[in-house]
């Protein structure tokens, strides 16, 4: 999928001179909510207007949500399955922070990184923070599995929940820093992993055991907050896991109930959809 990595970068790219831009007029003029569901979708649909691809497709929320701009990424694993991200979502501010990460539901409710553990275990999907940043004159460079990157792949990081968890509590602060301690280097790692890189050992072993799930397209589907992406045809075939499909649209009712309003989604196919074939995307 080297040309939906090349994509995700470029994404990094844009959000990070956005931000650094709105944080140097210290007056930003879009927040995370902004950022998923306008900048990150508009950016690939303007992609797949442009090349014609049917290797990634990206929607808004049919109901926009009045506040939060997290994001659900399902990337093909193997052929037509999918593993499920959760990212909530967090910008960077002119102080070199993410505010209100300690954000209780209700002022006294459950934290927002607990909700997020739960989600992704009621779903069996990989909960991750995004953080959108941009610093003007920061400069790094760094190696990951994909090779050399500079600061601008930051734009989009990804970043386990846990560490960011404990930080805040053993800091007793809501506001995360960018750098810890003003060292690089930043939190997180670039979102290209997520197209670049493929999967890991520990996705492999949550896959074995259970605690993570792939997703058919008939299941992604079925999430009702979204527009339907595939359409099956009417010729012979296996029918669909009936079983498997109520199962997954009680548990995406259970999450909606529960808080998890994602502005957006994005869904990377690796093989492609095929149009007026096995499946066609909806229009």
């Known amino acids: 999928m080297t040309e939906i990595c090349e994509l995700f970068q470029q994404i990094a790219v844009d959000i990070w001179d956005l931000i650094a831009?709105?944080?140097?007029?210290?007056?930003?003029?879009?927040?995370?909510?902004?950022?998923?569901?306008?900048?990150?979708?508009?950016?690939?649909?303007?992609?797949?207007?442009?090349?014609?691809?049917?290797?990634?497709f990206a929607q808004k929320a049919i109901k926009e949500?009045?506040?939060?701009?997290?994001?659900?990424?399902?990337?093909?694993?193997?052929?037509?399955e999918y593993l499920r991200y959760f990212l909530q979502a967090k910008a960077l501010k002119e102080d070199g922070t993410y505010h209100?990460?300690?954000?209780?539901?209700?002022?006294?409710?459950?934290?927002?990184?607990?909700?997020?553990?739960?989600?992704?275990?009621?779903?069996?999907?990989?909960?991750?923070?995004?953080?959108?940043?941009g610093i003007t004159n920061y400069?790094?460079?760094?190696?990951?599995?994909?090779?050399?990157?500079?600061?601008?792949?930051?734009?989009?990081?990804?970043?386990?929940?846990?560490?960011?968890?404990?930080?805040?509590?053993?800091?007793?602060t809501g506001r995360h820093p960018f750098l810890i301690n003003n060292t690089p280097p930043p939190v997180g790692s670039p979102w290209r992993f997520i197209p670049c890189c493929g999967v890991n050992s520990e996705i492999t072993k949550q896959?074995?055991?259970?605690?993570?799930?792939?997703?058919?397209?008939?299941?992604?589907?079925m999430d009702k907050a979204f527009k339907k992406v595939f359409r099956f045809p009417r010729i012979s075939g296996p029918p669909p896991?009936?079983?498997?499909?109520?199962?997954?649209?009680?548990?995406?009712?259970?999450l909606s109930q529960e808080g998890w309003n994602p502005a957006g989604r994005v869904i990377v196919s690796k093989?492609?959809?095929?149009?007026?074939?096995?499946l066609r995307m909806l229009g």
């Open 65 to 80: 949500p009045k506040r939060g701009g997290d994001l659900e990424i399902y990337v093909e694993y193997t052929d037509k």
């Open 139 to 172: 400069k790094y460079s760094g190696v990951d599995c994909h090779g050399d990157f500079d600061e601008k792949q930051y734009g989009c990081a990804i970043a386990e929940v846990v560490p960011v968890r404990d930080y805040c509590l053993n800091n007793n």
């Open 271 to 278: 093989y492609g959809i095929k149009h007026g074939g096995e």
């Open 21 to 56: 831009r709105d944080n140097q007029r210290e007056i930003p003029v879009i927040d995370e909510r902004g950022i998923t569901g306008i900048k990150i979708i508009d950016i690939i649909d303007e992609y797949v207007t442009a090349t014609g691809t049917t290797k990634v």
């Open 207 to 221: 896959l074995d055991n259970g605690s993570l799930r792939l997703y058919s397209r008939s299941e992604i589907n």
């Open 100 to 133: 209100d990460v300690n954000h209780r539901v209700n002022g006294r409710g459950p934290y927002q990184w607990d909700l997020l553990l739960n989600y992704s275990r009621t779903a069996k999907a990989i909960p991750r923070y995004i953080f959108y940043n």
């Open 241 to 254: 896991d009936v079983e498997e499909e109520v199962e997954v649209e009680h548990v995406n009712n259970e």
